[in-house]
T-cell receptor, first 114, second 113 residues
């Protein structure tokens, strides 16, 4: 059973470009979570999605950031018009249930904005 | 607003001794707590969890203690092994928003052979 897959592992973008980060949850998991880890900080929750639904996006910046989890295919975290402050490690996690269970993390995508 | 705090950014322990990693939280609604271990360039790996109905949970060399009145939890690793060297994050969630986990900033553990 493959774990949570994220790609790309490393992404370099110039200021103003768009970044697309992909996450394929573990087989059988229908709950996906995105976290961001800034340097010297812990993981910060961004958004929680189920298939075709955003359940909780309270941690997502109001502008430039969006997430989706379509019926088919991976979950996508999109950052438009990236700025230097977006440079961080972005982790995706999945779980089989929504409450009270551990989340399984992918290896992360390290975004560098130059 | 950091609701989960790990005040020790780093810890060094001799191999074979006990490692104690601490975590404090501020939200009394938190009722489920987890510890994750993270190696460089990898995602966090689930280690052990505890719900608020318990004050202790043990899994092999790893034991998590929860003190609800003090809003404090700790992870004990005994005996510590060099392979335990990693960053450890504690995380917490509240039952009514169980899908959102709040993470501490992590403690980097180094086990010296």
């Amino acid at each position: 059973n493959a774990g949570v897959m994220q790609n790309p592992r490393h992404l370099v973008r110039r200021r103003g470009q768009e970044a697309r980060l992909r996450c394929s949850p573990m087989k059988g998991h229908s709950h996906v979570y995105w976290y961001r880890q800034l340097p010297e900080e812990g993981l910060k929750f961004m958004v929680y999605l189920q298939k075709e639904n955003i359940i909780d996006e309270s941690g997502m910046p109001k502008e430039r950031f969006s997430a989706e989890f379509p019926k088919e295919g991976p979950s996508i975290l999109r950052i438009q018009q990236v700025v230097r402050g977006d440079s961080a490690a972005y982790f995706c996690a999945s779980s089989p249930i929504s409450f009270g269970g551990e989340q399984y993390f992918g290896p992360g995508t390290r975004l560098t904005v130059t | 607003d950091q609701q989960v705090k790990q005040n020790s950014p780093s810890l060094s322990v001799q191999e074979g001794r006990i490692s104690i990693l601490n975590c404090d939280y501020t939200n009394s609604m938190f009722d489920y707590f987890l510890w994750y271990k993270k190696y460089p360039a990898e995602g966090p790996t689930f280690l052990i969890s505890i719900s608020s109905i318990k004050d202790k949970n043990e899994d092999g060399r790893f034991t998590v203690f929860l003190n609800k009145s003090a809003k404090h939890l700790s992870l004990h690793i005994v005996p510590s092994q060099p392979g335990d060297s990693a960053v450890y994050f504690c995380a917490a969630s509240a039952g009514d928003s169980g899908n959102q986990f709040y993470f501490g900033t992590g403690t980097s553990l180094t086990v010296i052979p």
